[in-house]
């Protein structure tokens, strides 16, 4: 069965940054992109970035590029992405989402989703 | 502001049928398919139909996804209760390079 739990949420000033994780189990995971996935508070979802399952290849939406960085240890079968320069707008349930396959491209969908970590950004 | 477009709510009684349609562009989804994903509340989403109507396995049947030009629907017949969801589509998008969703359908079973 696959599981993936989010982890590393929490309240943060503006400015400040956080790393959230997310390990995953029930499957390989070296052979799978991943990527993160937020919901703002009563909005909808919002791909944040993503990882390949090869090479590592990483890739962000411009929203968050800059100030956001993914990355996986496959030998802890975890996904991260840490978060600087957080702002009131990076407010939202983050999700780490699995790929149906080993690249991030058109046809390799989103799968399985973890339950998500909340992230809030206010002084 | 969502790159798909889909209308904020719908609703039905149950048994009834209905849909919920998702409105892009060529570079989305009129050149690529389009997934459907379930949120019930206070839960992550799971994946619905995939590949524009194919369902994974465990999905009932009694939820159906199409797609034409720059559209695309999902119908839920025999509404149950438990359907009570909101419903996101998602597509590639070529221009973007990068999985967009729509803004999402609250769905309630009245």
């Known amino acids: 069965e696959v599981q993936l739990l989010e982890s590393g949420g929490g309240l943060v000033q503006p400015g400040g940054s956080l790393r959230l994780s997310c390990a995953a189990s029930g499957f390989t995971f070296t052979s799978y992109a991943m990527s993160w996935v937020r919901q703002a508070p009563g909005k909808g979802l919002e791909w944040v970035s993503a990882?390949?399952?090869?090479?590592?290849?990483?890739y962000y939406a411009d929203s968050v590029k800059g100030r956001f960085t993914i990355s996986r240890d496959n030998s802890k079968n975890t996904l991260y992405v840490q978060m600087n320069s957080l702002r009131a707008e990076d407010t939202a349930v983050y999700y780490c989402a699995k790929h149906i396959g080993l690249i991030w491209s058109r046809g390799y969908y989103f799968d399985y989703w973890g339950q998500g970590t909340l992230v809030t950004v206010s002084s | 502001q969502s790159v798909l477009t889909q209308p904020p709510s719908a609703s039905g009684t149950p048994g009834q049928r209905v849909t919920i349609s998702c409105s892009g562009s060529?570079?989305?989804?009129?050149?690529?398919?389009v997934n459907w994903y379930q949120q019930l509340p206070g839960t992550a989403p799971k994946l619905l139909i995939y590949?524009?109507?194919q369902r994974p396995s465990g999905v009932p049947d009694r939820f159906s996804g199409s797609k034409s030009g720059t559209s695309a629907s999902l119908a839920i017949s025999g509404l149950q209760s438990e359907d009570e969801a909101d419903y996101y589509c998602a597509a590639w998008d070529d221009s973007l390079n990068a999985w967009v969703f729509g803004g999402g359908t609250k769905l309630t079973v009245l």
């Open positions: 060529s570079s989305n989804i009129g050149g690529n398919t």
């Open positions: 590949s524009n109507n």
């Open positions: 990882i390949s399952g090869s090479d590592g290849s990483t």
